[in-house]
């Protein structure tokens, strides 16, 4: 936990005026990106928000420091989504394929496959949106987590609690689908 986290955490915590709208205004953009990612309902996703920083304001005391307070709000956010999706009964994955299809983690990792390059044109990155608003809510969040947030895996493991080899396995087979409904909506043959 960084000293600035531990001054802000403190202050929330000794209920200094402003603390924790301070604590609001620094994470909900994060909160917001992860429910909207997960649910796609503005409506559900401002009540999710809500519903997420009131439980960071009861359970702050809770928070030990092990990771930062990003990471640790961010994981308050996915519970959150991920039990609304849940009590909705809306699969948060399905399957993309053959899961033991023999790809060892380096190739995983390293398939060669360039998010940006992908968006270079303008017709290919409408393609691409569409392609990604229609994957499952948790292939869809740690996809846009990962390339557009830049979130590193191993904070991307901490806010989902997810295993990071399971993150890079839905990483691969999640733009391995991509590229594939891509170049289907493209007309390349592979």
């Known amino acids: 936990m960084t000293e600035d986290d531990r001054r802000l955490v403190d202050a929330v915590l000794g ?10 205004r620094e994470y909900q953009g994060l909160c ?3 429910i909207q990612r997960m649910v796609r309902q503005p409506e559900d996703t401002r009540e999710l928000c809500q519903e997420t920083f009131l439980r960071v304001h009861q359970c702050l005391h809770q928070y030990r420091g092990d990771s930062a307070l990003k990471s640790w709000i961010g994981q308050v956010a996915y519970s959150v989504a991920k039990r609304h999706l849940e ?3 809306i699969a948060i994955v399905e399957p993309l394929g053959d899961e033991d299809d023999g790809a060892s983690l380096l190739d995983q990792i390293s398939d060669g496959f360039d998010l ?4 270079a044109d303008a ?3 409408a393609g691409l949106h569409e392609e990604i608003e229609a994957l499952p809510p948790l292939h869809r969040t740690l996809l846009t ?12 493991a901490r806010i989902t609690g997810l ?3 399971t993150i890079k396995s839905h990483l691969f087979r999640t733009r391995a689908r991509l ?6 909506r493209m007309g390349v043959t592979a």
Not at 15 to 24: S, Y
Not at 116 to 119: G, I, K, N, R, V
Request: aromatic content about 6%.
């Open 163 to 165: 295993a990071e080899g």
């Open 116 to 119: 940006e390059t992908a968006c």
């Open 145 to 156: 987590l990962y390339h557009l947030d830049e979130v590193p895996i191993v904070e991307i």
């Open 32 to 34: 917001w990106h992860i």
């Open 179 to 184: 590229r594939e409904r891509l170049q289907a």
């Open 87 to 89: 009590k909705r009964r």
């Open 123 to 125: 017709e290919i990155a």
């Open 15 to 24: 209920n200094v005026p402003g603390a924790f709208e301070r604590l609001v």
